[in-house]
Protein backbone atom coordinates (compact mmCIF):
# COMPACT_ATOMS: atom_id res chain seq x y z
CA UNK A 1 0.00 0.00 0.00
CA UNK A 2 2.07 3.14 -1.09
CA UNK A 3 -1.21 5.70 0.15
CA UNK A 4 -0.88 7.51 3.12
CA UNK A 5 -4.31 8.06 5.16
CA UNK A 6 -3.99 11.73 4.15
CA UNK A 7 -3.87 10.71 0.41
CA UNK A 8 -7.26 8.66 1.06
CA UNK A 9 -8.68 11.23 2.19
CA UNK A 10 -9.97 13.84 -0.92
CA UNK A 11 -11.68 11.21 -2.82
CA UNK A 12 -15.44 10.77 -1.65
CA UNK A 13 -16.19 7.79 -2.79
CA UNK A 14 -19.21 6.16 -4.43
CA UNK A 15 -21.69 4.07 -2.58
CA UNK A 16 -18.80 2.98 -0.07
CA UNK A 17 -18.72 3.77 3.49
CA UNK A 18 -15.82 6.38 3.09
CA UNK A 19 -14.56 6.68 6.75
CA UNK A 20 -14.57 2.72 7.22
CA UNK A 21 -12.75 2.22 3.81
CA UNK A 22 -10.26 5.20 4.70
CA UNK A 23 -9.19 3.41 7.64
CA UNK A 24 -8.79 0.15 6.16
CA UNK A 25 -8.38 0.39 2.41
CA UNK A 26 -9.33 -2.01 -0.03
CA UNK A 27 -6.79 -1.28 -2.84
CA UNK A 28 -7.21 -2.87 -6.14
CA UNK A 29 -3.96 -2.80 -8.46
CA UNK A 30 -4.47 -5.08 -11.60
CA UNK A 31 -6.63 -7.17 -13.15
CA UNK A 32 -6.65 -10.09 -15.41
CA UNK A 33 -8.98 -12.96 -16.48
CA UNK A 34 -11.39 -13.72 -13.70
CA UNK A 35 -9.15 -12.68 -10.88
CA UNK A 36 -7.57 -9.14 -9.48
CA UNK A 37 -4.53 -8.27 -7.85
CA UNK A 38 -4.45 -5.93 -4.67
CA UNK A 39 -2.04 -3.46 -3.14
CA UNK A 40 -0.65 -6.79 -1.17
CA UNK A 41 0.28 -8.47 -4.08
CA UNK A 42 -2.55 -10.91 -3.63
CA UNK A 43 -4.87 -12.77 -6.42
CA UNK A 44 -8.79 -12.08 -5.65
CA UNK A 45 -11.09 -14.11 -7.46
CA UNK A 46 -13.99 -11.50 -8.76
CA UNK A 47 -17.10 -13.09 -7.62
CA UNK A 48 -19.00 -10.10 -9.12
CA UNK A 49 -17.37 -9.70 -12.40
CA UNK A 50 -16.64 -6.11 -11.63
CA UNK A 51 -19.81 -4.47 -10.81
CA UNK A 52 -21.80 -6.70 -13.27
CA UNK A 53 -19.36 -5.84 -15.89
CA UNK A 54 -16.70 -7.73 -16.72
CA UNK A 55 -18.69 -11.38 -18.24
CA UNK A 56 -15.53 -12.31 -20.41
CA UNK A 57 -13.15 -11.62 -17.90
CA UNK A 58 -10.46 -8.59 -17.22
CA UNK A 59 -7.92 -7.76 -19.37
CA UNK A 60 -9.29 -9.09 -22.97
CA UNK A 61 -6.20 -8.33 -25.49
CA UNK A 62 -9.43 -8.06 -28.44
CA UNK A 63 -10.41 -4.81 -26.34
CA UNK A 64 -7.61 -3.58 -25.30
CA UNK A 65 -5.84 -3.60 -28.86
CA UNK A 66 -9.15 -2.01 -29.93
CA UNK A 67 -9.29 0.90 -27.42
CA UNK A 68 -5.34 1.86 -28.01
CA UNK A 69 -5.80 1.80 -31.45
CA UNK A 70 -8.63 4.04 -31.14
CA UNK A 71 -7.46 6.45 -29.51
CA UNK A 72 -4.30 6.85 -31.46
CA UNK A 73 -6.22 7.02 -34.67
CA UNK A 74 -9.32 9.02 -33.27
CA UNK A 75 -9.75 9.74 -29.25
CA UNK A 76 -12.49 11.99 -29.86
CA UNK A 77 -15.23 13.23 -32.06
CA UNK A 78 -17.83 15.20 -31.77
CA UNK A 79 -21.21 13.98 -31.35
CA UNK A 80 -23.43 16.49 -32.32
CA UNK A 81 -24.09 17.18 -35.92
CA UNK A 82 -21.07 15.04 -36.98
CA UNK A 83 -20.79 11.24 -36.81
CA UNK A 84 -17.79 8.41 -36.91
CA UNK A 85 -18.35 5.00 -37.99
CA UNK A 86 -17.88 2.92 -35.03
CA UNK A 87 -21.42 4.45 -33.92
CA UNK A 88 -23.27 3.01 -36.93
CA UNK A 89 -21.49 -0.07 -36.55
CA UNK A 90 -22.48 -0.89 -32.92
CA UNK A 91 -25.55 0.78 -33.37
CA UNK A 92 -26.53 -2.38 -35.65
CA UNK A 93 -24.78 -4.51 -33.64
CA UNK A 94 -26.72 -3.79 -30.74
CA UNK A 95 -30.01 -4.61 -32.89
CA UNK A 96 -28.76 -7.85 -33.60
CA UNK A 97 -28.45 -8.86 -30.39
CA UNK A 98 -31.58 -7.38 -29.34
CA UNK A 99 -35.10 -8.91 -29.42
CA UNK A 100 -36.99 -8.29 -32.91
CA UNK A 101 -39.14 -4.95 -32.88
CA UNK A 102 -35.93 -2.82 -31.00
CA UNK A 103 -34.54 -0.88 -33.80
CA UNK A 104 -32.87 2.23 -32.75
CA UNK A 105 -30.24 2.89 -30.54
CA UNK A 106 -29.51 6.08 -28.49
CA UNK A 107 -25.65 5.73 -26.68
CA UNK A 108 -25.28 7.47 -23.34
CA UNK A 109 -22.19 6.79 -20.95
CA UNK A 110 -23.42 5.15 -17.72
CA UNK A 111 -26.59 3.23 -16.65
CA UNK A 112 -28.03 6.53 -14.40
CA UNK A 113 -28.23 8.26 -17.68
CA UNK A 114 -29.45 5.66 -19.66
CA UNK A 115 -32.17 5.45 -17.85
CA UNK A 116 -32.94 9.00 -17.63
CA UNK A 117 -32.95 8.64 -21.07
CA UNK A 118 -35.43 6.54 -21.34
CA UNK A 119 -37.69 8.26 -19.75
CA UNK A 120 -37.55 11.58 -21.23
CA UNK A 121 -37.72 9.00 -24.58
CA UNK A 122 -41.04 7.93 -23.54
CA UNK A 123 -42.40 10.87 -22.36
CA UNK A 124 -41.44 13.35 -25.40
CA UNK A 125 -42.97 9.69 -27.46
CA UNK A 126 -46.39 10.81 -26.09
CA UNK A 127 -46.00 14.68 -26.31
CA UNK A 128 -45.24 14.33 -29.79
CA UNK A 129 -48.45 12.47 -30.25
CA UNK A 130 -50.33 14.89 -28.43
CA UNK A 131 -51.07 13.09 -25.44
CA UNK A 132 -48.82 15.58 -22.94
CA UNK A 133 -50.56 14.94 -20.03
CA UNK A 134 -48.83 11.03 -20.09
CA UNK A 135 -46.32 12.52 -17.63
CA UNK A 136 -46.37 9.88 -14.61
CA UNK A 137 -44.06 6.38 -14.32
CA UNK A 138 -44.41 3.38 -12.58
CA UNK A 139 -41.72 2.00 -11.24
CA UNK A 140 -41.36 -1.32 -8.71
CA UNK A 141 -40.41 -1.34 -4.96
CA UNK A 142 -37.00 -3.02 -4.99
CA UNK A 143 -36.22 -1.77 -8.59
CA UNK A 144 -32.56 -0.28 -8.91
CA UNK A 145 -33.01 2.20 -11.83
CA UNK A 146 -29.43 4.20 -11.55
CA UNK A 147 -28.66 7.36 -9.49
CA UNK A 148 -29.77 10.03 -11.32
CA UNK A 149 -32.77 12.02 -11.14
CA UNK A 150 -35.61 10.20 -12.92
CA UNK A 151 -33.85 6.41 -11.76
CA UNK A 152 -33.80 7.05 -7.80
CA UNK A 153 -37.74 8.37 -8.69
CA UNK A 154 -38.78 5.41 -10.57
CA UNK A 155 -36.61 3.62 -8.09
CA UNK A 156 -37.88 1.10 -5.68
CA UNK A 157 -34.86 1.01 -2.96
CA UNK A 158 -35.46 2.91 0.23
CA UNK A 159 -32.29 3.74 1.12
CA UNK A 160 -31.65 5.33 -2.37
CA UNK A 161 -34.47 7.95 -1.43
CA UNK A 162 -34.67 8.92 1.71
CA UNK A 163 -32.32 12.17 1.73
CA UNK A 164 -33.45 12.76 -2.15
CA UNK A 165 -37.50 12.50 -1.46
CA UNK A 166 -39.76 12.14 -4.70
CA UNK A 167 -37.71 13.30 -7.94
CA UNK A 168 -40.05 12.38 -10.65
CA UNK A 169 -44.20 11.94 -10.41
CA UNK A 170 -43.94 7.85 -10.18
CA UNK A 171 -45.82 4.99 -8.37
CA UNK A 172 -44.76 1.57 -7.97
CA UNK A 173 -46.23 -1.99 -8.06
CA UNK A 174 -45.04 -4.39 -5.66
CA UNK A 175 -41.91 -6.36 -5.52
CA UNK A 176 -41.72 -10.11 -5.98
CA UNK A 177 -39.86 -11.22 -3.50
CA UNK A 178 -41.87 -13.89 -1.49
CA UNK A 179 -42.02 -15.87 1.22
CA UNK A 180 -43.79 -18.60 -0.49
CA UNK A 181 -40.74 -18.66 -3.06
CA UNK A 182 -37.76 -18.97 -0.33
CA UNK A 183 -35.15 -21.12 -1.93
CA UNK A 184 -36.53 -21.39 -5.41
CA UNK A 185 -34.24 -22.50 -8.26
CA UNK A 186 -34.90 -20.09 -10.87
CA UNK A 187 -38.00 -18.39 -11.79
CA UNK A 188 -40.36 -19.00 -9.00
CA UNK A 189 -43.94 -20.61 -10.25
CA UNK A 190 -45.62 -18.40 -7.70
CA UNK A 191 -46.24 -14.99 -7.97
CA UNK A 192 -47.19 -13.50 -11.55
CA UNK A 193 -50.22 -12.07 -10.22
CA UNK A 194 -48.35 -9.46 -8.77
CA UNK A 195 -48.56 -8.11 -12.41
CA UNK A 196 -52.11 -7.90 -11.75
CA UNK A 197 -51.34 -4.72 -9.08
CA UNK A 198 -50.53 -2.59 -12.00
CA UNK A 199 -54.32 -2.73 -12.88
CA UNK A 200 -54.97 -0.76 -9.49
CA UNK A 201 -52.33 1.85 -10.26
CA UNK A 202 -53.94 2.49 -13.42
CA UNK A 203 -57.30 2.64 -12.08
CA UNK A 204 -55.90 5.28 -9.46
CA UNK A 205 -53.97 7.27 -11.56
CA UNK A 206 -55.55 6.64 -14.97
CA UNK A 207 -53.68 5.27 -18.49
CA UNK A 208 -54.23 8.59 -19.55
CA UNK A 209 -51.51 9.66 -16.95
CA UNK A 210 -49.13 7.62 -17.24
CA UNK A 211 -46.20 7.46 -19.51
CA UNK A 212 -44.53 4.08 -19.13
CA UNK A 213 -43.71 1.13 -16.75
CA UNK A 214 -40.31 0.27 -16.42
CA UNK A 215 -38.81 -2.81 -14.27
CA UNK A 216 -36.02 -4.83 -14.71
CA UNK A 217 -36.65 -8.34 -15.58
CA UNK A 218 -34.38 -9.63 -13.04
CA UNK A 219 -34.17 -6.80 -10.11
CA UNK A 220 -30.25 -7.33 -9.90
CA UNK A 221 -29.23 -4.70 -6.97
CA UNK A 222 -32.35 -6.05 -4.78
CA UNK A 223 -30.49 -9.73 -4.36
CA UNK A 224 -31.15 -11.25 -7.43
CA UNK A 225 -34.89 -11.69 -7.57
CA UNK A 226 -35.86 -13.82 -11.11
CA UNK A 227 -39.44 -13.11 -12.12
CA UNK A 228 -42.16 -15.41 -11.00
CA UNK A 229 -43.04 -17.36 -14.42
CA UNK A 230 -45.57 -15.48 -16.38
CA UNK A 231 -45.19 -12.05 -14.86
CA UNK A 232 -43.28 -10.19 -17.32
CA UNK A 233 -45.71 -11.60 -19.69
CA UNK A 234 -48.49 -10.03 -18.12
CA UNK A 235 -47.52 -6.84 -16.85
CA UNK A 236 -46.70 -6.88 -21.18
CA UNK A 237 -50.49 -7.47 -21.65
CA UNK A 238 -51.47 -4.62 -19.53
CA UNK A 239 -49.39 -2.00 -20.96
CA UNK A 240 -50.50 -2.96 -24.40
CA UNK A 241 -54.14 -2.69 -23.53
CA UNK A 242 -53.72 0.52 -21.71
CA UNK A 243 -51.00 2.14 -24.41
CA UNK A 244 -48.58 2.51 -21.78
CA UNK A 245 -44.74 1.69 -22.87
CA UNK A 246 -43.17 -0.97 -21.17
CA UNK A 247 -39.39 -0.40 -20.03
CA UNK A 248 -37.05 -3.72 -19.35
CA UNK A 249 -33.83 -1.91 -17.74
CA UNK A 250 -31.19 -3.99 -18.90
CA UNK A 251 -28.19 -2.97 -17.38
CA UNK A 252 -27.25 -5.98 -15.26
CA UNK A 253 -29.40 -8.65 -17.60
CA UNK A 254 -28.29 -7.13 -21.01
CA UNK A 255 -25.78 -9.18 -22.91
CA UNK A 256 -25.44 -12.77 -21.34
CA UNK A 257 -25.31 -12.65 -17.60
CA UNK A 258 -28.85 -14.35 -18.04
CA UNK A 259 -27.75 -17.20 -20.84
CA UNK A 260 -29.59 -15.27 -23.18
CA UNK A 261 -28.32 -12.07 -24.93
CA UNK A 262 -30.85 -10.53 -23.00
CA UNK A 263 -33.42 -10.88 -19.98
CA UNK A 264 -36.13 -9.95 -23.01
CA UNK A 265 -34.68 -12.63 -24.60
CA UNK A 266 -34.74 -15.28 -22.35
CA UNK A 267 -37.78 -14.93 -20.88
CA UNK A 268 -39.63 -13.96 -24.11
CA UNK A 269 -41.48 -10.68 -23.48
CA UNK A 270 -40.57 -7.62 -25.77
CA UNK A 271 -40.74 -4.17 -24.10
CA UNK A 272 -40.93 -0.74 -26.29
CA UNK A 273 -37.62 0.29 -25.02
CA UNK A 274 -34.69 -1.39 -23.59
CA UNK A 275 -31.88 -0.28 -21.49
CA UNK A 276 -27.75 -1.36 -21.44
CA UNK A 277 -24.65 -0.68 -20.14
CA UNK A 278 -22.29 -2.51 -18.46
CA UNK A 279 -21.54 -5.60 -20.16
CA UNK A 280 -21.31 -3.69 -23.00
CA UNK A 281 -18.12 -3.25 -23.38
CA UNK A 282 -16.79 -5.67 -20.76
CA UNK A 283 -16.94 -2.72 -18.47
CA UNK A 284 -13.05 -1.72 -19.62
CA UNK A 285 -14.98 2.48 -21.25
CA UNK A 286 -18.02 3.97 -19.87
CA UNK A 287 -21.24 3.06 -22.36
CA UNK A 288 -24.81 2.99 -22.05
CA UNK A 289 -27.47 2.19 -24.91
CA UNK A 290 -31.18 2.64 -24.89
CA UNK A 291 -32.66 0.88 -27.73
CA UNK A 292 -36.11 1.31 -28.86
CA UNK A 293 -39.19 0.51 -31.80
CA UNK A 294 -39.55 2.25 -34.37
CA UNK A 295 -43.15 3.81 -33.80
CA UNK A 296 -41.12 5.60 -30.86
CA UNK A 297 -37.78 6.55 -33.26
CA UNK A 298 -40.72 7.58 -36.34
CA UNK A 299 -42.65 9.38 -33.73
CA UNK A 300 -39.88 11.61 -33.14
CA UNK A 301 -38.79 11.75 -36.70
CA UNK A 302 -42.60 12.82 -38.34
CA UNK A 303 -42.38 15.53 -35.34
CA UNK A 304 -39.46 16.96 -35.61
CA UNK A 305 -39.73 19.95 -37.99
CA UNK A 306 -37.70 20.79 -40.60
CA UNK A 307 -35.26 18.04 -40.91
CA UNK A 308 -32.50 20.60 -40.15
CA UNK A 309 -34.22 20.56 -36.73
CA UNK A 310 -32.88 18.46 -33.92
CA UNK A 311 -35.67 15.69 -33.32
CA UNK A 312 -34.62 14.86 -29.47
CA UNK A 313 -32.80 17.74 -27.75
CA UNK A 314 -31.02 15.41 -25.62
CA UNK A 315 -27.17 14.02 -25.92
CA UNK A 316 -24.20 13.86 -23.90
CA UNK A 317 -20.60 15.81 -24.90
CA UNK A 318 -19.25 11.53 -24.79
CA UNK A 319 -22.79 10.11 -26.21
CA UNK A 320 -21.36 7.34 -28.26
CA UNK A 321 -17.61 8.32 -27.86
CA UNK A 322 -15.47 6.52 -30.51
CA UNK A 323 -13.12 5.04 -28.26
CA UNK A 324 -16.18 3.43 -25.91
CA UNK A 325 -17.99 2.13 -29.42
CA UNK A 326 -14.66 0.46 -29.93
CA UNK A 327 -14.51 -1.41 -26.80
CA UNK A 328 -18.00 -2.18 -27.05
CA UNK A 329 -17.58 -3.67 -30.61
CA UNK A 330 -14.70 -5.63 -29.26
CA UNK A 331 -16.61 -6.84 -26.44
CA UNK A 332 -19.52 -8.07 -27.83
CA UNK A 333 -17.81 -10.03 -30.81
CA UNK A 334 -16.07 -11.69 -27.99
CA UNK A 335 -19.55 -12.53 -26.59
CA UNK A 336 -20.38 -13.73 -29.74
CA UNK A 337 -17.08 -15.25 -31.13
CA UNK A 338 -16.39 -17.11 -27.60
CA UNK A 339 -20.35 -18.21 -27.26
CA UNK A 340 -20.05 -17.06 -23.97
CA UNK A 341 -24.14 -16.91 -23.65
CA UNK A 342 -23.55 -20.95 -24.68
CA UNK A 343 -20.91 -20.59 -21.54
CA UNK A 344 -23.03 -19.06 -19.08
CA UNK A 345 -25.64 -21.76 -20.01
CA UNK A 346 -23.43 -25.00 -19.29
CA UNK A 347 -22.04 -23.14 -15.89
CA UNK A 348 -25.79 -21.90 -14.65
CA UNK A 349 -26.66 -25.56 -13.59
CA UNK A 350 -23.07 -26.24 -11.90
CA UNK A 351 -23.34 -22.11 -10.17
CA UNK A 352 -27.02 -23.35 -8.98
CA UNK A 353 -26.07 -26.37 -7.46
CA UNK A 354 -23.42 -25.03 -5.74
CA UNK A 355 -25.19 -21.66 -4.51
CA UNK A 356 -27.87 -23.68 -2.64
CA UNK A 357 -25.64 -25.87 -0.97
CA UNK A 358 -25.53 -22.62 1.19
CA UNK A 359 -28.99 -23.45 2.53
CA UNK A 360 -28.40 -24.17 6.47
CA UNK A 361 -25.56 -22.09 7.25
CA UNK A 362 -25.67 -19.29 9.71
CA UNK A 363 -27.55 -16.51 9.18
CA UNK A 364 -28.90 -17.81 5.35
CA UNK A 365 -32.53 -16.98 4.73
CA UNK A 366 -33.25 -17.05 1.39
CA UNK A 367 -31.12 -17.67 -1.59
CA UNK A 368 -32.09 -17.44 -5.55
CA UNK A 369 -30.86 -17.51 -8.55
CA UNK A 370 -30.65 -17.42 -12.45
CA UNK A 371 -28.07 -18.10 -15.08
CA UNK A 372 -24.84 -16.64 -13.19
CA UNK A 373 -26.36 -14.48 -10.76
CA UNK A 374 -27.13 -15.00 -7.23
CA UNK A 375 -28.49 -13.33 -4.06
CA UNK A 376 -28.32 -14.47 -0.82
CA UNK A 377 -30.43 -12.98 2.48
CA UNK A 378 -28.95 -12.46 5.51
CA UNK A 379 -30.45 -12.44 9.02
CA UNK A 380 -30.67 -8.86 10.45
CA UNK A 381 -28.32 -7.83 13.55
CA UNK A 382 -30.94 -5.88 15.64
CA UNK A 383 -32.02 -2.34 13.77
CA UNK A 384 -28.90 -3.34 11.21
CA UNK A 385 -29.82 -5.45 8.54
CA UNK A 386 -26.90 -3.73 6.26
CA UNK A 387 -23.94 -5.15 8.76
CA UNK A 388 -23.83 -8.79 8.42
CA UNK A 389 -23.27 -8.84 4.60
CA UNK A 390 -20.82 -6.02 5.10
CA UNK A 391 -18.99 -8.14 7.40
CA UNK A 392 -19.35 -11.60 5.03
CA UNK A 393 -18.05 -8.99 2.34
CA UNK A 394 -14.96 -8.13 3.93
CA UNK A 395 -13.95 -12.15 5.67
CA UNK A 396 -14.39 -12.81 1.97
CA UNK A 397 -12.08 -10.68 0.88
CA UNK A 398 -9.52 -11.76 3.32
CA UNK A 399 -9.70 -15.04 2.12
CA UNK A 400 -8.83 -13.53 -1.51
CA UNK A 401 -12.97 -13.50 -2.54
CA UNK A 402 -14.45 -10.70 -3.59
CA UNK A 403 -18.44 -10.45 -3.86
CA UNK A 404 -21.26 -7.59 -3.31
CA UNK A 405 -22.78 -6.53 -0.29
CA UNK A 406 -25.98 -4.29 -0.25
CA UNK A 407 -28.72 -3.94 2.14
CA UNK A 408 -29.40 -7.26 4.09
CA UNK A 409 -27.90 -9.54 0.76
CA UNK A 410 -25.16 -10.35 -1.04
CA UNK A 411 -24.38 -10.76 -4.49
CA UNK A 412 -22.59 -13.57 -6.59
CA UNK A 413 -21.88 -13.09 -10.37
CA UNK A 414 -18.77 -14.68 -11.66
CA UNK A 415 -17.35 -13.79 -15.08
CA UNK A 416 -19.02 -16.07 -17.80
CA UNK A 417 -15.05 -18.06 -18.17
CA UNK A 418 -15.44 -19.36 -15.15
CA UNK A 419 -14.99 -22.87 -14.13
CA UNK A 420 -16.37 -25.21 -11.74
CA UNK A 421 -13.38 -25.36 -9.59
CA UNK A 422 -13.79 -21.08 -9.35
CA UNK A 423 -17.37 -21.30 -8.35
CA UNK A 424 -16.46 -24.13 -5.82
CA UNK A 425 -13.89 -22.13 -4.22
CA UNK A 426 -15.81 -18.83 -4.19
CA UNK A 427 -18.88 -21.02 -2.87
CA UNK A 428 -16.41 -22.29 0.43
CA UNK A 429 -15.08 -19.35 0.73
CA UNK A 430 -18.54 -17.95 1.35
CA UNK A 431 -19.54 -20.83 3.49
CA UNK A 432 -16.60 -20.47 5.70
CA UNK A 433 -17.33 -16.84 6.13
CA UNK A 434 -20.97 -17.28 7.09
CA UNK A 435 -19.54 -19.92 10.11
CA UNK A 436 -17.11 -17.33 11.20
CA UNK A 437 -19.64 -14.35 11.33
CA UNK A 438 -21.53 -14.28 14.77
N1 LIG B 1 -30.06 0.07 -13.89
C1 LIG B 1 -29.75 -1.10 -13.34
C2 LIG B 1 -30.69 -2.24 -13.47
C3 LIG B 1 -28.54 -1.26 -12.67
O1 LIG B 1 -28.25 -2.43 -12.11
C4 LIG B 1 -28.04 1.05 -13.17
C5 LIG B 1 -29.24 1.13 -13.83
C6 LIG B 1 -27.16 2.26 -13.13
O2 LIG B 1 -25.99 2.09 -13.85
P1 LIG B 1 -24.71 3.03 -13.58
O3 LIG B 1 -23.81 2.69 -14.72
O4 LIG B 1 -25.15 4.43 -13.62
O5 LIG B 1 -24.18 2.64 -12.22
C7 LIG B 1 -27.66 -0.15 -12.59
C8 LIG B 1 -26.35 -0.25 -11.87
C9 LIG B 1 -24.97 -3.94 -7.20
C10 LIG B 1 -24.67 -2.82 -8.16
O6 LIG B 1 -24.50 -3.93 -6.09
C11 LIG B 1 -25.53 -2.61 -9.21
C12 LIG B 1 -25.30 -1.53 -10.06
C13 LIG B 1 -24.21 -0.69 -9.88
C14 LIG B 1 -23.35 -0.94 -8.83
C15 LIG B 1 -23.57 -2.00 -7.94
O7 LIG B 1 -25.74 -4.83 -7.54
N2 LIG B 1 -26.21 -1.37 -11.05
Known sequence: ???????????????????????????????????????KGRQVFDGL?????????????????????????????PGFQFGHELSF???????????????????????SETIDTALK??????CNRGQADKTKFIGRIKGYHGVNYGGVGVGGIEFNRTLFGQTVEADHIPHTLLEENRYCRGMPDYGAHLADKLEELIVLHDASSIAAVIVEPLSGT???????????????????????LLIFD??????????????AGEFRVTPDIMTLAKQITNGTVPLGAVVVGAKIYNT???????????????????????????????????LVND??????????????????????????????NYGLAAGISLGHYPGEPARRPFELGLKCFEKGFYIRWGGDTIQLAPPFIVNTDQINGLINAVGESLDELS
Open 89 to 111: KLANKVVELTPKGLDYVFFTDSG
Open 250 to 263: EVITGFGRMGAMTG
Open 49 to 77: SGLWTCGAGHGREEIVNAVSSQVANLDYS
Open 339 to 368: NLVDKVKQMAPIFEDAVHSLKGRPFVTDIR
Open 222 to 244: AGVLPPPRGYLHRLREICTEHDI
Open 1 to 39: MTLSKDELEAHWMPFTGNRQFKNDPRIITGANGAYYTDA
Open 300 to 334: YMENGGPDYMVEFPHGYTYSAHPVACAAAIAALDI
Open 121 to 126: IARGYW
